[in-house]
């Protein structure tokens, strides 16, 4: 069984920056992509980006390309969003979810494990 922990959410000014963390038990997380969704009330979960086994490819969604970063450290199990230039629409909660694959996806549909998940509030 695979769990994923989320941390490092909070409060922030719109302009601010925030990493998020996500540690992952089990010995085969360097096997597979991992990605950032998020989920605001009312709206639909999107996906913010995602990192293939190695840490080599990204992928982000397009209302965060060029403000957000997705790194990995396998050795620690854990995944990373860092998180710049920060708005109010970038208000909601982050999930972190672990791949069926290596790389990884846009689809949710293509996620098999999630954290629970932690809230981001971005102040105007």
């Known amino acids: 069984q695979v769990q994923l ?28 992509a991992m990605g950032w969704f998020r989920q605001a009330p009312g709206k639909e979960r999107e996906f913010v980006a995602a ?19 997705i790194s990995r450290i396998n050795a620690k199990n854990t995944v990373y969003l860092q998180m710049n230039s920060l708005r109010p629409e970038d208000t909601a909660v982050y999930y972190c979810a672990r791949s069926i694959g290596a790389f990884g996806r846009s689809s949710s ?6 954290g629970q998940g932690t809230q981001v509030t971005v102040s105007s």
């Not at 909070?10 to 038990?25: N, Y």
């Not at 990192?51 to 970063?69: E, L, P």
């Open 5 to 32: 922990v989320e941390s490092g959410g909070g409060l922030v000014q719109a302009g601010g920056s925030l990493r998020l963390s996500c540690a992952a038990s089990g010995r085969t997380f360097s096997n597979y």
């Open 109 to 114: 549909a293509e996620y098999d494990y999630w």
């Open 51 to 69: 990192i293939s086994w190695r840490g080599s490819i990204t992928y982000y969604g397009d209302s965060v390309k060029g403000r957000f970063t």
